[in-house]
């Protein structure tokens, strides 16, 4: 159980485009998910939280209107990164969490290696 | 700032060895301690995790072990094997706050 879902696993593209990545609790409802970045060899670097139905609460430095988070069910989160720049190549990464508080299991997807040429 | 501090960055061990992990963190409000393990291309799974009334916990074979006074806690990986070669990532949480705070990984090797 607890399997959580992400598309697509690679992508790669121009710079200007919007990315959208998909992150999905297959099996589980999921109160919070979360959206990370880590660079190779480094750790994971949260993002942004969002809660379903409500706006996204990001962590500082990342830029709100770069990357759009939207969770519009207990299922289902998407990221996207508008208007990507090589800067912007990492491996993305979300999470699900079936109920609230820090010391609830994380369930993370297989993450996304965005490519911006 | 690093709220995790993880150590050795990486680790090679010869199977059959024991590997151990090194952590510790500062905020005693953490009561939560769980361990992922990332294969390459892959996101984190969560191994074990521990909570402060315990001074140590093990499922299969790993082991935490966790001293409350040092604010450290360890993984070991009992009789390792070339399939645990693997990052991982220590990590602390509070309970009723959202985020969980990771270490900055050790990338292990077990050499056949």
């Known amino acids: 159980g607890a399997v959580v879902s992400q598309h697509p696993s690679w992508v790669i593209c121009k710079s200007g485009t919007s990315v959208k990545i998909e992150c999905r609790s297959l099996?589980?409802?999921?109160?919070?998910m979360f959206w990370y970045r880590q660079f190779p060899k480094q750790s994971l670097m949260l993002m942004a939280t969002?809660?379903?139905?409500?706006?996204?609460?990001?962590e500082q430095g990342v830029e709100k209107d770069k990357f759009l988070i939207n969770h519009a069910s207990l299922t289902l989160s998407t990221l996207t990164v508008t208007s990507a720049h090589p800067e912007d190549s990492s491996f993305y990464i979300c999470?699900?969490?079936?109920?609230?508080?820090?010391?609830?299991?994380?369930?993370f997807g297989d993450g996304t290696r965005l490519s911006i040429l | 700032q690093q709220q995790v501090k993880q150590s050795p960055q990486s680790l090679i061990v010869q199977k059959g060895g024991i590997p151990i992990i090194n952590c510790a963190y500062e905020?005693?409000?953490?009561?939560?301690f769980p361990w992922y393990q990332q294969f390459p291309g892959k996101g984190p799974a969560l191994l074990i995790a521990?909570?402060?009334?315990?001074s140590e916990k093990k499922e299969g074979r790993f082991t935490i072990s966790f001293n409350k006074s040092a604010k450290q806690f360890s993984l070991h990986i009992m009789d390792s094997q070339p399939g645990d070669s693997a990052t991982y990532f220590c990590?602390?949480?509070?309970?009723?706050?959202?985020?969980?705070?990771f270490g900055t990984g050790t990338r292990l090797t077990v050499i056949p």
């Open positions: 905020n005693t409000a953490f009561d939560y």
């Open positions: 099996d589980f409802q999921a109160t919070t």
């Open positions: 521990i909570r402060p009334d315990v």
């Open positions: 969002s809660n379903e139905g409500s706006k996204a609460t990001y």
């Open positions: 999470s699900a969490r079936v109920l609230q508080g820090g010391d609830q299991p994380q369930h």
């Open positions: 990590a602390a949480a509070q309970t009723g706050a959202n985020n969980l705070f």
